[in-house]
């Protein structure tokens, strides 16, 4: 209960109406950055199955968040959307990361907005960052997009070099955990131009290849930035799939998604049970014809998508199961702020009206 003094405060004009205009502000603020997270990601569970294997340790199946193209800006970009964007990531990942409790998280590209052309310096302070909004008890994996080094063409050996050794990543990476295995693709080292770095990675991806062979292991799950081959997003059905308006919109072979060649050399050589990716920030479920699903993963930044969202999914050495989870929507967040805005107008032009009537002044009309 409230003291004798402070209850008198409360309950006098004007002040009564700016306490009661200061709690509800404050219950908005709390509603719209923090509790409406919850509220959102509430409703997510993780896809249940069975791994139809031995499992003494209780390991499986292992649940894994798979994001994508968070585009952190750096310090020179426009700094209220950095910042606005950035808290809004921050607060749905560690949100989802609290309520869900991941195993794995994997980051499919363009971590980063600006990685093909930031001074190291910046570089460095961007990597903090999102190690910062992204911090994890789970083992965080990040795939090279061309945000992150270039397109293909701009590709500088120190801008490769200064990502891999950020984010511990490579052309080709083989991760497994609990018998389940993982190819990390770096999808821009995949021109099939006889460069340096397209050959390095096409030599990688033969001795992973030949690991998983050799080791009996079973088929792996790619992961990447680039979808693979694909004519538009014409088939793409989801419910966050790109408008209509850009769907039959063509896909460039190397610039929206890889080529025919690059995609039919994956295939032949991983023979992969699934594929991710990102970079059309849009998402999109396909079927090969070889059988092999496809599902290409919308953008987690309020940038470029109304309703960003994730995949959760459970993975199993053999099998695995998904499920998508949405984040809240920016115009509610919007919308709760303009409520405020509202509030402190009103009551800001109550307690004035109400001083100057205690003061003795009327207002006048003027003929």
Known sequence: MLPPQLRRWHHSRPFGFLFRAFCLVTAIVIVCEHLIYYSALWKCSWPTMDCGVNDPNNMLPRKAFLLADTHLLTRWSNQWDRTIREWHMERSFQTANFLLQPDLVFVLGDVLNNGQNTYQEDFDADVQRFQKMFASQAKVICAVGNHDIGFHYRVHPYLLWRFEQAFNASAVQLYQDSGISFVILNSVAFEMDKCEM?????????????????????????????????????????????????????????????????????????????????????????????????????????????????????????????????????????????????VVVITACWCLYTLLRFKGFRLKKFS
């Open 198 to 342: 397209c050959e390095e990675a096409e030599e990688q991806l033969l001795n992973v290849s030949k690991i998983l062979r050799e080791t009996g292991s079973p088929r792996p799950f790619v992961l990447q930035h680039y979808p693979m081959y694909r004519e538009s997003d014409e088939i793409c059905t989801e419910e966050d799939a790109a408008p209509e308006g850009e769907k039959t919109i063509h896909f460039r072979e190397k610039w929206e998604c890889l080529s025919k060649n690059a995609t039919s050399m994956i295939m032949a050589t991983l023979n992969p049970r699934a594929v991710f990716g990102g970079h059309t920030h849009h998402s999109c479920y396909r079927q090969h014809e070889n059988g092999v699903e496809e599902w290409s993963v919308s953008s987690f930044n309020r940038r470029f998508k109304k309703y960003p969202s994730f995949l959760m999914v459970s993975f199993c050495p053999d099998t695995f199961a998904v499920r998508q989870c949405f984040l809240p929507d920016e115009y509610t967040l919007l919308a709760g702020y303009v409520v405020a805005v509202a």
